[in-house]
């Protein structure tokens, strides 16, 4: 046995921790950094498909638009349909082997980073389209009655009235599908990729110290998910803007205070 190895078999179990972290933290930053990117371009990507394929599938489909128009969105409709079952039905582990294995097979060799931030990007849009879609049957159909009314196009109503509020409700939930992202980019190393998972598993077969190796790998994902969610509620609160305001004219202000606001606007 090596004298490296035995000095660190004459470590305790914090002592072989910290060693691990201490030498090979720029690795393991590096690999962290691989992680988020990972992460946020597919999240960020998929959750813009995604949008675009609720609107898609919440286009009323009838025939008095004419044969063209029912028949390309029932067959729109039908292919992202099967695309939304096939994703949503099928682990991630063997998307990323089928992807990147089938691109090798038809002599199309991917990068393993862009490779993994594909596949994570059609898998989270399979899911923020559903995410999407339930947002957008849950606003009031008043509201697409109202638009409609004063000569809205569908795609008018969805950009004017219903996605602004629809982004406000789903935004838990594509925060949620982040922090998935975030763990489940652990699937790419079947394919390789240099992520945080793939990075300590390759050292703690080098030195045999499992148990060790992954508990610092698993405060890594703790700290990146932790910061995640709080900025996350952070942003959500941002959005849900002050909670002390006025109506203007109602009780909460007398006749004159309303008189003296409206003189002081108009002298402006």
């Known amino acids: 046995m090596s004298i490296f190895a035995v000095s660190l078999g004459d470590m305790n179990f914090l002592q072989q921790?910290?060693?691990?972290?201490?030498?090979?933290?720029?690795?393991?930053?590096?690999?962290?950094?691989?992680?988020?990117?990972?992460?946020?371009?597919?999240?960020?990507t998929g959750s813009i498909f995604g949008l675009l394929i609720g609107v898609v599938r919440t286009i009323p489909v009838s025939p008095k638009d004419g044969p063209v128009k029912y028949a390309l969105l029932k067959v729109a409709n039908a292919i992202l349909g099967i695309y939304i079952e096939v994703f949503r039905g099928t682990p991630m582990i063997v998307q990323a082997m089928v992807i990147f294995y089938g691109f090798a097979?038809?002599?199309?060799?991917?990068?393993?980073?862009?490779?993994?931030?594909?596949i994570v990007a059609i898998n989270t849009g399979a899911y923020m389209a559903e995410i999407v879609r339930g947002g957008i049957i849950s606003i009031d159909k008043g509201q697409f009655?109202?638009?409609?009314?004063?000569g809205m196009t569908h795609w008018q109503t969805m950009i004017n009235v219903v996605l602004p509020q629809v982004i406000r409700n789903?935004?838990?939930?594509?925060?949620n599908e982040?922090?998935?992202?975030?763990?489940?980019?652990?699937?790419?190393?079947?394919?390789?990729?240099?992520?945080?998972?793939f990075q300590s598993k390759s050292l703690a077969g080098t030195y045999y110290l499992y148990f060790q190796m992954f508990l610092i790998t698993c405060i890594f994902y703790l700290i990146m998910t932790f910061t995640v969610t709080r900025l996350l509620r952070?942003?959500?609160?941002?959005?849900?803007?002050s909670g002390t305001y006025t109506i203007h004219g109602s009780h909460t202000l007398n006749e004159t205070e309303i008189k003296v606001r409206e003189n002081a606007y108009g002298q402006r």
């Open 234 to 241: 952070l942003l959500e609160r941002k959005l849900e803007g």
């Open 145 to 150: 009655e109202a638009a409609h009314s004063v």
């Open 170 to 175: 789903i935004l838990p939930a594509t925060g």
């Open 17 to 44: 921790s910290w060693w691990l972290f201490s030498n090979h933290s720029a690795y393991l930053f590096k690999a962290a950094g691989v992680t988020l990117l990972i992460a946020i371009t597919g999240t960020v």
């Open 178 to 197: 982040f922090v998935i992202n975030i763990k489940d980019t652990s699937v790419l190393s079947v394919i390789s990729v240099t992520e945080l998972f």
């Open 105 to 118: 097979y038809g002599g199309v060799y991917l990068n393993r980073i862009f490779a993994g931030f594909f």
